[in-house]
């Protein structure tokens, strides 16, 4: 500590180095063992941590450790037989059954010389695919079965086919399958048969942007820039398709910052929008820039997408990338890159090489800070993942700490105590005789807590009993004592709690302050000064009746109502009563930017500020038609950092900017982080 304290420059370079992996420690620090220099990194600058480990295993394995190789297609094939069939996990974006056409085509077997069986699993398709195995078997043809993940009760049918056909069958007869990972160890239903047989390969997209525009754009070759009878806007915007293509693949590795749920997007949607491009130019006089958004956003790429924000996200993107200015030279599809002047295929590959920033945020038109959430995510994930892996028993030998029976016990004791009384729902409900919209929410949310907490008492008494050996120790207490052990919310009490990303004990000490806060407002259930939104199960409700209340006073109707959102300057203490309509909340959090008290409106973020909080926001009802819409974005809010499922509504907030750098900064609002 006092090295830290006695050379704070050198430690705050270390620090805030771009990559801490790389830079050699301070004085003492770099006679430090390798083991330990990687304790000291995860203290200070967890986001590294993935680099710092890849530079650990290299260090002490060796570099073939690390490096990812693509095996080729042919090597792996050779290894294949009537026995033995290829099992393909699909990755997104990712199409591996192009290298088995290839190398058919290589050998004599495609569609058209009807040796090529290619079937794409779904309804219906199973006797489709049951006669291609059979004739296939007999000729020695080749059978692709895609999406097999897709047919889950066929599959114990197809494990017979491949088990019968795998003996007495013609020499060139192969199979090729394909499924998509399970998401979860619990949902696995390839048979066991089909893998152990298999020979399993998986492609991994590529990583950043060059890598993944140069895919993309190897799609295609000099014959299809050539194919137009107008040349120049279509090679303009055949370029932006790939950018954006590459934009929206890379752009999952920023998790729900970068899209709020997962799409499987694929080379297939940029190979037929690029078609849809040739057909429309080729017919049209003008380019027509609204049709072909259109196309391209909702249709071709937005068939895939079942979120209302990101489709909004890919609208905004396709207005960013495919407009007017394209064909005109002076579009920058990123900050200091502008789309390429008239080329060739060669030469769009050059321009990539030369011009295009090097990989970072901005390149999606994100903050650099969107990178350090990321890693930050993905290096607890890698450790939660290795304390899973650890021998579950710590007791043994001499001097060894307490046994994992000794912690939960510890960990179940603490809990019981600080586990307050259930309300009493007979007694609060006594206090009001008019039950106003506010009370109906106070009544509901209490009504849940109760639910919640009851449950907490009953498996962990039971889990007493049985760690005391009064009950027989059944799955679910198993399951609730490795949760307590590690730290994680039990999935049978999150089934009847509120979204949350915390470990066990830091969701616990939020359990209380929701508790202590419900105390407070059910004591004469008048509306609270400041209301924290997050702490309650269900805050669309309490919103819902900021406009029932004024709905009812004036008698409008609630479906001609929204919410109108007016940040203030202040902080919470700064509150001695509540307002007259509407309500002050506090507990929002901004992720991908922060608000400007002083200007009052949304800004750019400060490096390393990953979810700044927002001053108290005075939200009141009006009529949807007296609703300010100029110069605002429509804020999502989240209940926490997962997004998608856990939307609760949208605040219009003031902007200086154009609404669509928000919109792909992926600018959200959050009630717990």
């Known amino acids: 500590d006092r090295d830290i304290e006695g050379s704070a420059k050198r430690w705050k370079k270390f620090v805030e180095s771009e990559t801490p992996e790389n830079e050699k420690f301070p004085q003492e620090w770099k006679n430090k063992s390798s083991i330990q220099k990687l304790c000291i990194m995860r203290a200070l600058r967890p986001d590294r941590m993935t680099y710092a ?36 996990t699909l990755s997104p974006g990712v199409d591996p059954l192009k290298d088995v056409e290839a190398h058919g085509k290589k050998l004599g077997f495609t569609l058209d010389s009807g040796k090529f069986h290619n079937v794409s699993l779904g309804q219906g398709q199973e006797i489709v695919a049951e006669n291609a195995l059979d004739l296939a078997s007999k000729e020695g043809h080749w059978v692709i079965l895609q999406n097999v993940h897709l047919v889950a009760k066929w599959l114990p049918t197809l494990e017979k086919k491949l088990e019968t056909y795998s003996e007495g ?4 007869y192969r199979v090729f399958v394909s499924a998509e990972p399970a998401p979860t160890p619990e949902s696995h239903i390839i048979p066991q048969g089909i893998l152990e047989n298999a020979i399993k390969i ?36 055949w370029f932006a398709l790939n950018y954006f293509h590459a934009v929206i693949l890379e752009r999952r590795k920023f998790g729900a910052q970068g899209w709020n749920r997962s799409y499987p997007f694929n080379d297939g949607d940029l190979v037929i929008s690029v078609n849809v491009l040739y057909n ?39 207005e960013e990338y495919v407009n007017p200015e394209l064909t005109d030279g002076e579009l920058a599809l990123a900050p200091g890159f502008l789309a390429p002047p008239n080329s060739d295929f060669n030469g ?35 450790f939660r993942t290795i304390l899973e892996m650890q021998p579950r028993d710590t007791g043994g030998g001499e001097g060894a700490g307490a046994t994992k029976e000794e912690l ?81 919310i039990p999935e049978v009490w999150n089934r009847r709690a509120y979204p949350s990303t915390s470990g066990l004990s830091v969701w616990f000490a939020d359990l209380q302050q929701r508790i202590k806060e419900l ?39 609630l479906d001609k109502m929204a919410l109108s959102c007016d940040v203030t300057k202040k902080n919470r203490e700064d509150f001695g009563s509540p307002p007259r309509e509407g309500a002050y909340i506090y507990g929002l959090f901004m992720e991908g930017a922060r608000w400007d008290i002083q200007t009052g409106v949304i ?71």
């Open 169 to 172: 069958s013609h020499d060139d």
């Open 53 to 88: 480990c890849t530079l650990f295993v290299e260090e002490q394995l060796g570099k073939k450790y690390v490096e990812a190789r693509q095996t080729e297609f042919a090597k792996s094939f050779s290894e294949s037989g009537p026995a033995t069939p290829m099992f393909f």
């Open 603 to 673: 800004s750019e973020s400060k490096l390393k500020e990953l979810t700044p909080s927002m001053p108290i926001v005075f939200v009141k009802a009006l009529p949807v038609d007296k609703l300010e819409s100029r110069n605002m974005y429509g804020c999502p809010v989240y209940k926490t950092k997962i997004r998608g499922p856990t939307f609760v509504w949208t605040f219009n907030l003031k902007t200086k900017e154009r609404a669509s750098k928000w919109i792909v900064a992926g600018v959200g609002l959050l009630l717990c982080v």
């Open 519 to 557: 105390e407070t407002w059910t004591t004469d259930l008048s509306m609270p000064n400041t209301m924290w939104l997050g702490g309650l199960f269900n805050p669309q409700s309490f919103l819902t009746a900021i406009m029932q209340s004024l709905a009812r006073k004036n008698e409008w109707p």
């Open 202 to 237: 998986t492609n991994e997209p590529p990583t950043g942007m060059r890598p993944n525009i140069r895919k993309s754009m190897d799609n295609f070759n000099q014959d299809t820039l050539e194919m137009c009878s107008k040349e120049a806007e279509f090679k303009a915007i």
């Open 280 to 318: 429309y130019l080729e017919n049209n006089n003008k380019v027509p820039w609204e049709d072909l958004r259109y196309l391209f956003g909702e249709i071709m790429y937005g068939g895939h997408i079942t979120d209302d924000w990101d489709r909004r996200l890919c609208r905004t993107y396709l």
């Open 348 to 382: 769009y590959h050059q321009y990539i090489m030369e011009n295009l920033p090097a990989e970072s945020p901005n390149l999606y038109g994100m903050h650099p800070n969107a990178e350090i959430n990321f890693l930050t995510q993905t290096s607890d994930s890698m």
């Open 408 to 488: 939960v016990k510890q960990i179940l004791d603490d809990i019981t105590d600080r586990l307050p009384e259930e309300f009493n729902m007979v007694e609060i409900m006594a206090k009001v005789e008019e039950r106003s919209p506010y009370v109906v929410v106070a009544f509901q949310e209490c009504d849940r807590m109760n639910v919640l907490t009851n449950e907490m008492k009953r498996t962990l008494k039971e889990l007493d009993l049985g760690l005391k050996g009064e009950l027989t120790i059944t799955t679910d207490m198993e399951e609730l004592s490795n949760s307590l052990f590690f730290d994680v």
